[in-house]
């Protein structure tokens, strides 16, 4: 394999992070997968094998929006970021924590909140919904636990806005494990603090 093969695999994946970028921005695709497929269309990019990751259309839709919805994006992602505050400040017993793309702030309008939630008592956030009459959809998330697949609750709220909020509710134990980072992972301090700055 030559260098100019090298260069040319690596500049096709980086085209193919800006286009699926472009798509999610302008398209309100949220699936990073299906966005990729498009994009790989678009180009007429048969090789599959060097798609671009997650991480780097994330990159790509950050640098999208900065240059062409500098005026529109901010006001989008204040909303979503509210509304996620105030979803985790009513479900504060449950230690709530805000993740994906609200938090990293390459949500657009039609981005849902992604918010984890703990406790060893899996009927207790379905009890506090009803309890509260809290409008709901109930399902199952799909997550890696102690090194396993597991199926856990989770529970999909509309606000007024009609925006979806996905609430994932894992066991406690998780809540310590180790495996939350402040750029992955932000408490209800943390989000007082990025709404505020």
Not at 40 to 69: V, Y
Request: aromatic share 6%; charged share 25%.
């Amino acid at each position: 394999m030559t260098k100019e093969t090298v260069y040319r695999r690596d500049l096709m994946r980086e085209q193919l992070a800006h286009r699926a970028a472009k798509l999610m921005a302008e398209d309100g695709i949220t699936d990073h997968a299906y966005a990729k497929r498009k994009a790989a269309r678009q180009l007429g990019a048969s090789d599959t094998h060097h798609l671009p990751s997650n991480d780097e259309i994330d990159m790509a839709l950050r640098s999208f929006r900065m240059l062409f919805q500098s005026a529109q994006h901010p006001p989008i992602l204040r909303e979503l970021r509210v509304e996620a505050l105030e979803n985790m400040r009513l479900l504060a017993d449950f230690h709530p924590y805000l993740t994906g793309s609200v938090l990293t702030g390459t949500a657009g309008a039609q981005s849902d909140i992604n918010i984890l939630l703990f406790s060893d008592d899996a009927k207790a956030v379905l009890l506090f919904l009803l309890k509260h009459d809290i409008k709901f959809e109930d399902g199952e998330w799909k997550v890696r636990l102690g090194g396993h697949d597991e199926n856990v609750p989770s529970y999909t709220l509309t606000g007024a806005s009609g925006v979806q909020t996905h609430v994932i509710v894992l066991p406690e134990n998780a809540r310590h494990s180790g495996g939350r980072h402040p750029e992955t992972h932000a408490d209800i301090a943390a989000v007082t603090v990025l709404l505020a700055g």
